[in-house]
Protein backbone atom coordinates (compact mmCIF):
# COMPACT_ATOMS: atom_id res chain seq x y z
CA UNK A 1 0.00 0.00 0.00
CA UNK A 2 1.06 3.33 -0.92
CA UNK A 3 2.47 6.27 1.46
CA UNK A 4 0.02 8.84 1.88
CA UNK A 5 0.56 12.19 0.02
CA UNK A 6 1.18 15.84 1.50
CA UNK A 7 -2.88 17.36 2.33
CA UNK A 8 -2.62 20.77 3.09
CA UNK A 9 -6.32 21.73 4.38
CA UNK A 10 -7.85 24.95 6.17
CA UNK A 11 -8.63 23.74 10.47
CA UNK A 12 -10.68 25.20 12.39
CA UNK A 13 -14.73 25.43 12.52
CA UNK A 14 -15.88 25.63 8.82
CA UNK A 15 -19.13 27.57 9.68
CA UNK A 16 -16.58 30.39 11.58
CA UNK A 17 -15.51 33.13 8.90
CA UNK A 18 -11.96 34.17 8.89
CA UNK A 19 -11.44 37.60 9.23
CA UNK A 20 -9.20 40.10 7.67
CA UNK A 21 -8.77 43.88 8.63
CA UNK A 22 -7.29 46.90 7.46
CA UNK A 23 -7.26 49.41 4.51
CA UNK A 24 -8.28 47.75 0.72
CA UNK A 25 -4.42 47.48 -0.21
CA UNK A 26 -2.75 45.85 3.19
CA UNK A 27 -5.97 43.58 4.49
CA UNK A 28 -4.39 41.21 7.47
CA UNK A 29 -5.52 37.95 8.56
CA UNK A 30 -4.04 34.62 9.01
CA UNK A 31 -5.13 31.32 7.63
CA UNK A 32 -4.88 28.13 10.24
CA UNK A 33 -3.61 25.37 7.80
CA UNK A 34 -2.42 21.80 8.67
CA UNK A 35 -0.55 19.01 6.68
CA UNK A 36 -3.08 15.62 7.12
CA UNK A 37 -0.45 13.37 5.06
CA UNK A 38 2.43 11.36 5.74
CA UNK A 39 4.61 13.28 3.50
CA UNK A 40 5.67 17.03 3.83
CA UNK A 41 3.67 19.90 2.06
CA UNK A 42 4.26 23.35 0.77
CA UNK A 43 1.41 26.08 0.85
CA UNK A 44 2.31 28.56 -1.70
CA UNK A 45 -0.98 29.76 -2.85
CA UNK A 46 -4.86 30.43 -1.17
CA UNK A 47 -7.56 32.04 -3.67
CA UNK A 48 -10.31 34.78 -3.09
CA UNK A 49 -13.73 34.77 -4.24
CA UNK A 50 -15.78 37.86 -4.29
CA UNK A 51 -17.60 40.17 -6.42
CA UNK A 52 -16.17 42.08 -8.74
CA UNK A 53 -16.40 46.01 -7.41
CA UNK A 54 -14.07 44.30 -4.41
CA UNK A 55 -11.64 42.26 -5.99
CA UNK A 56 -10.98 44.47 -9.54
CA UNK A 57 -13.58 43.31 -11.74
CA UNK A 58 -12.58 39.68 -11.18
CA UNK A 59 -14.60 37.16 -9.23
CA UNK A 60 -11.17 34.88 -8.06
CA UNK A 61 -7.61 36.28 -7.36
CA UNK A 62 -5.30 34.06 -6.42
CA UNK A 63 -2.89 35.33 -3.93
CA UNK A 64 1.24 33.71 -3.69
CA UNK A 65 1.55 32.81 -0.02
CA UNK A 66 5.16 32.27 -0.21
CA UNK A 67 6.16 28.71 0.75
CA UNK A 68 5.43 27.67 4.07
CA UNK A 69 6.48 24.37 4.88
CA UNK A 70 4.50 21.85 7.01
CA UNK A 71 5.65 18.27 8.06
CA UNK A 72 3.33 15.39 8.11
CA UNK A 73 0.24 16.20 10.72
CA UNK A 74 1.77 19.73 11.62
CA UNK A 75 -0.29 22.61 11.96
CA UNK A 76 0.34 26.69 11.94
CA UNK A 77 -1.46 29.92 11.09
CA UNK A 78 -0.05 31.47 8.08
CA UNK A 79 -0.03 35.52 8.04
CA UNK A 80 -1.82 36.69 4.69
CA UNK A 81 -2.02 40.08 3.32
CA UNK A 82 -4.92 40.14 1.26
CA UNK A 83 -5.79 43.57 -1.49
CA UNK A 84 -9.18 44.96 -2.41
CA UNK A 85 -10.40 47.47 -5.14
CA UNK A 86 -8.23 50.57 -3.30
CA UNK A 87 -11.73 52.71 -3.48
CA UNK A 88 -13.70 49.80 -1.37
CA UNK A 89 -15.02 52.04 1.03
CA UNK A 90 -15.32 51.13 4.53
CA UNK A 91 -17.46 48.42 6.07
CA UNK A 92 -17.58 44.89 6.50
CA UNK A 93 -18.04 42.50 3.47
CA UNK A 94 -18.63 38.94 2.97
CA UNK A 95 -15.78 37.06 0.52
CA UNK A 96 -14.60 33.18 0.52
CA UNK A 97 -11.13 31.74 0.33
CA UNK A 98 -9.99 28.39 -1.19
CA UNK A 99 -7.15 27.06 0.06
CA UNK A 100 -5.97 22.73 -1.51
CA UNK A 101 -10.09 22.47 -2.58
CA UNK A 102 -11.31 23.73 0.73
CA UNK A 103 -13.84 27.00 1.15
CA UNK A 104 -14.32 29.12 4.07
CA UNK A 105 -16.02 32.09 4.65
CA UNK A 106 -14.05 35.50 5.01
CA UNK A 107 -15.01 38.56 7.12
CA UNK A 108 -13.35 41.61 5.27
CA UNK A 109 -12.77 44.55 7.22
CA UNK A 110 -12.41 47.51 5.37
CA UNK A 111 -11.01 50.78 7.39
CA UNK A 112 -10.74 54.08 6.33
CA UNK A 113 -7.69 55.07 4.33
CA UNK A 114 -7.30 58.68 4.00
CA UNK A 115 -4.90 58.95 0.66
CA UNK A 116 -4.82 61.94 -2.15
CA UNK A 117 -1.69 63.41 -4.10
CA UNK A 118 -1.97 66.67 -5.14
CA UNK A 119 -0.05 67.79 -8.92
CA UNK A 120 1.60 69.82 -9.00
CA UNK A 121 3.53 69.69 -5.65
CA UNK A 122 4.45 73.05 -5.92
CA UNK A 123 3.27 76.02 -7.30
CA UNK A 124 5.84 79.27 -8.58
CA UNK A 125 4.05 82.80 -8.65
CA UNK A 126 5.99 85.76 -9.21
CA UNK A 127 6.28 88.68 -7.08
CA UNK A 128 3.64 90.93 -8.33
CA UNK A 129 1.66 92.95 -5.83
CA UNK A 130 -1.54 93.56 -6.82
CA UNK A 131 -2.25 91.26 -9.37
CA UNK A 132 -4.37 87.54 -9.44
CA UNK A 133 -2.81 84.79 -10.60
CA UNK A 134 -4.83 81.61 -10.79
CA UNK A 135 -2.46 78.27 -10.96
CA UNK A 136 -4.57 75.15 -11.43
CA UNK A 137 -4.29 71.81 -9.45
CA UNK A 138 -4.76 67.83 -9.57
CA UNK A 139 -6.38 65.98 -6.89
CA UNK A 140 -6.25 62.58 -7.22
CA UNK A 141 -8.23 60.84 -4.62
CA UNK A 142 -6.42 57.41 -4.14
CA UNK A 143 -8.35 56.80 -0.54
CA UNK A 144 -11.61 55.21 0.19
CA UNK A 145 -13.60 57.81 1.57
CA UNK A 146 -14.83 61.32 -0.02
CA UNK A 147 -12.53 64.42 -0.22
CA UNK A 148 -14.31 67.59 0.31
CA UNK A 149 -11.98 70.65 -0.93
CA UNK A 150 -13.19 73.85 0.43
CA UNK A 151 -11.46 76.93 1.25
CA UNK A 152 -7.47 77.17 1.19
CA UNK A 153 -6.22 79.37 3.74
CA UNK A 154 -3.54 81.54 3.12
CA UNK A 155 0.16 80.48 3.63
CA UNK A 156 2.58 81.92 5.93
CA UNK A 157 5.39 83.07 4.02
CA UNK A 158 9.11 82.57 4.94
CA UNK A 159 12.20 83.93 3.36
CA UNK A 160 15.18 82.77 2.46
CA UNK A 161 17.20 85.64 4.14
CA UNK A 162 15.13 84.98 7.40
CA UNK A 163 18.65 84.54 9.63
CA UNK A 164 20.26 86.83 8.17
CA UNK A 165 17.91 89.65 8.89
CA UNK A 166 17.36 88.51 12.63
CA UNK A 167 20.93 88.46 13.08
CA UNK A 168 21.57 91.66 11.53
CA UNK A 169 18.53 93.09 13.97
CA UNK A 170 20.33 91.69 17.06
CA UNK A 171 23.84 92.88 16.35
CA UNK A 172 22.02 96.75 15.82
CA UNK A 173 20.72 96.43 19.37
CA UNK A 174 24.31 95.25 20.70
CA UNK A 175 25.36 99.13 21.59
CA UNK A 176 28.42 100.17 22.75
CA UNK A 177 26.96 100.18 26.68
CA UNK A 178 26.28 96.95 26.31
CA UNK A 179 29.71 95.84 26.00
CA UNK A 180 31.08 98.35 28.82
CA UNK A 181 28.30 96.90 31.15
CA UNK A 182 30.51 93.55 30.65
CA UNK A 183 33.40 95.20 31.13
CA UNK A 184 34.63 95.94 27.61
CA UNK A 185 33.09 92.28 26.65
CA UNK A 186 30.07 91.15 25.00
CA UNK A 187 27.55 88.60 27.53
CA UNK A 188 27.14 85.39 25.10
CA UNK A 189 23.62 85.11 26.98
CA UNK A 190 22.67 88.66 25.76
CA UNK A 191 23.51 88.24 22.41
CA UNK A 192 21.56 85.25 22.54
CA UNK A 193 18.64 86.93 23.99
CA UNK A 194 18.73 89.89 21.68
CA UNK A 195 19.14 87.25 18.60
CA UNK A 196 16.00 85.47 19.64
CA UNK A 197 13.72 88.75 20.46
CA UNK A 198 15.00 89.95 16.62
CA UNK A 199 13.98 86.80 15.04
CA UNK A 200 10.43 87.12 17.08
CA UNK A 201 9.90 90.41 15.07
CA UNK A 202 10.93 89.31 12.14
CA UNK A 203 8.25 86.48 12.50
CA UNK A 204 5.66 88.58 13.67
CA UNK A 205 6.03 90.52 10.71
CA UNK A 206 5.54 86.99 8.64
CA UNK A 207 3.76 88.23 4.80
CA UNK A 208 1.15 85.49 3.77
CA UNK A 209 -0.25 85.40 0.47
CA UNK A 210 -3.72 85.20 0.22
CA UNK A 211 -4.45 81.41 -1.74
CA UNK A 212 -8.50 81.24 -2.65
CA UNK A 213 -10.24 77.91 -4.01
CA UNK A 214 -11.82 79.67 -7.57
CA UNK A 215 -13.41 76.41 -8.08
CA UNK A 216 -15.43 76.33 -5.20
CA UNK A 217 -16.47 72.89 -2.93
CA UNK A 218 -15.32 70.27 -4.15
CA UNK A 219 -16.27 66.32 -3.83
CA UNK A 220 -14.12 64.05 -4.55
CA UNK A 221 -15.10 60.29 -4.75
CA UNK A 222 -12.68 57.32 -4.15
CA UNK A 223 -10.89 56.73 -7.35
CA UNK A 224 -11.48 59.64 -8.98
CA UNK A 225 -9.72 63.20 -9.62
CA UNK A 226 -10.80 66.65 -9.86
CA UNK A 227 -8.98 69.81 -11.18
CA UNK A 228 -8.71 73.39 -8.82
CA UNK A 229 -8.30 76.41 -9.79
CA UNK A 230 -6.23 79.15 -6.89
CA UNK A 231 -6.28 82.31 -7.15
CA UNK A 232 -2.98 83.88 -5.23
CA UNK A 233 -2.41 87.58 -4.54
CA UNK A 234 1.23 88.49 -3.28
CA UNK A 235 0.97 90.88 -0.74
CA UNK A 236 2.81 94.45 -1.28
CA UNK A 237 5.94 93.95 2.14
CA UNK A 238 7.96 91.35 -0.35
CA UNK A 239 11.40 92.54 -1.32
CA UNK A 240 11.83 92.17 -4.72
CA UNK A 241 15.27 90.78 -4.12
CA UNK A 242 14.79 87.49 -2.22
CA UNK A 243 12.31 85.04 -2.90
CA UNK A 244 9.74 83.60 -0.56
CA UNK A 245 8.11 80.25 0.67
CA UNK A 246 4.74 79.13 2.59
CA UNK A 247 2.35 76.17 2.69
CA UNK A 248 -1.01 74.98 2.68
CA UNK A 249 -2.20 71.75 3.82
CA UNK A 250 -4.94 69.90 1.60
CA UNK A 251 -5.92 67.05 4.15
CA UNK A 252 -2.55 64.83 4.57
CA UNK A 253 -0.63 66.96 1.47
CA UNK A 254 0.97 69.82 2.27
CA UNK A 255 0.67 72.13 -1.60
CA UNK A 256 3.91 74.42 -1.59
CA UNK A 257 4.18 77.88 -3.10
CA UNK A 258 7.67 79.44 -4.06
CA UNK A 259 7.07 83.75 -4.60
CA UNK A 260 10.03 84.59 -6.41
CA UNK A 261 11.19 87.82 -7.73
CA UNK A 262 9.35 89.20 -10.87
CA UNK A 263 12.05 91.70 -13.10
CA UNK A 264 10.00 92.60 -16.49
CA UNK A 265 11.97 93.27 -18.72
CA UNK A 266 12.34 96.87 -19.67
CA UNK A 267 9.94 98.21 -22.76
CA UNK A 268 9.90 101.45 -24.80
Known amino acids: MGTRAAHLRLTGDEQTPLVFRGPPRRLRGRLPVANTGQRRGVLREAVLQGSPELLGDEQRVCYRLGATVLRPEQRSEVGVALTLNPATRPGEYQLEVEVGGEVRPVVVQVLEELR ?5 AQLVVENRPGEVQTKRVVVDNRGNVDLTIGAVGDAVLNDELFECRALRRALRELTDEDAEAEGNSIDLDAVLTKVAHASQHVLDRANHLRVRNASGRTVI ?14 PDTLSQHTRYWGTVPIYTHDLAFVVVPYRPEDTE
Open 116 to 120: LSVSP
Open 221 to 234: EPGRWATIDLEIEV
